[in-house]
């Protein structure tokens, strides 16, 4: 699943990310894409504080994979 | 001496000569006295900046020469990485608890030490040895850390002990190798003047703050963790920064826009900061958050004052669980 966040401020791109996971089942991967500069430091906070994992792909690409419900 | 009267009597320039010239320059020189013995410098190693920020300038670039690296963190405010930009440079990264390891440094480093992050109150543990020159970040600090031995230059805010704003106090040692980076024709380092009243106003606040201090300390690090404890237990999805002076505590909350809650908090009675990039001019997220890994948006910077009661901040308390829920809600 690719969710386009770009041109999307903060704190909208994880809010739409925690929307898109809610209903997935763990182990589900989502491509995430935002040009926000709060992005790439906060979806390691988001991760690290709902025990989720995140991959920075590059400065607009993260790929992020559920690992708690 | 009561305010008006300074405003009064502080007119005449203290450099001149004549009667009403002497009165003041005695006013600046028991300014000077007043925020020595608090600081725990030389009364003759102080100057008074107008412009605050003037003191970065001043204190890290009067002690650079060509032969010297500029050494300085990723948590150190945006107008050292401003004078970095200049100088052959090293910065450090900080810690996620605020710490910069010093241990690796070169005998010509000059080397930026920040005692008190002002965001998240980080109190700074390492101490730079054995170095060219130590510029003192003390802005955030006020009275509360003292400098280290080694100092060369240093520079507090007025406001940190609660004296009016738009006042720097700077401080070159007399054992430093310090050479004035501003076009000069005399030994004054500041190019003045700087307001009298302004640092007398500010030399009347430091006695009474630090008279206070001593009192009031105990009750601002309780209400500093009730805070801390508060949130951590009450509103879910919420990411603290890790302590250090008690005085300021950095926050942030997932799911919410910043800009919304430090405007809704305004509305509803309560000064607060943020570090978000919404509430942010250049729409930057706070680098201070960012380098230490605490979340970035939906944060707010509480600074706990002397006159901060425990009714008020249970109040605040309340509104805040509230008020992020309703912005959370509205998502």
Known sequence: MILDC????????????AKALSDKPVGFEVTLLSDDPASAPDLIAWARMTTNSVETIDSKTFKITKLAN | MALPHIFEAAWPDPTKLGVDSKSTAILLNEAKETFASHLGIRGDEISFLGELNLGFHLGLTGLMSPDNRLVFS???????????????????EASNTGQVNFTDLNRSDVVCLQLCNRETGTIQEGRPDNVAGVFVDATASGTRIKLPDNWSTALWDSTSWAGPS???????????????PLPHLDGRINPGPTSLPLIVASALAIDSWVADEKNLAAKIATINSDVRNYITTNIPDSDLAPGGADHLISASFLYVNAEQLVTTLSDKGYAVDSGSACSAANMQPSHVLAAMGVLTQGNIRLTIHHSTTFDEVKEFLNVLKQTVNELRDQK
């Not at chain 2, 150190?76 to 910065?91: G, K, L, Q, T, Y």
């Not at chain 2, 006042?167 to 050479?179: C, H, Q, T």
């Open chain 2, 166 to 180: 738009g006042l720097g106090i700077f401080a070159v040692s007399k054992s430093a190798n310090w050479k004035n």
């Open chain 2, 74 to 92: 990723n948590i150190d405010r945006m107008e050292v990485f401003a004078i970095s930009e200049n100088h052959p440079s090293e910065r450090l």
């Open chain 1, 6 to 17: 770009l041109g999307k401020r903060c704190p909208l791109p994880i809010i739409e990310l």
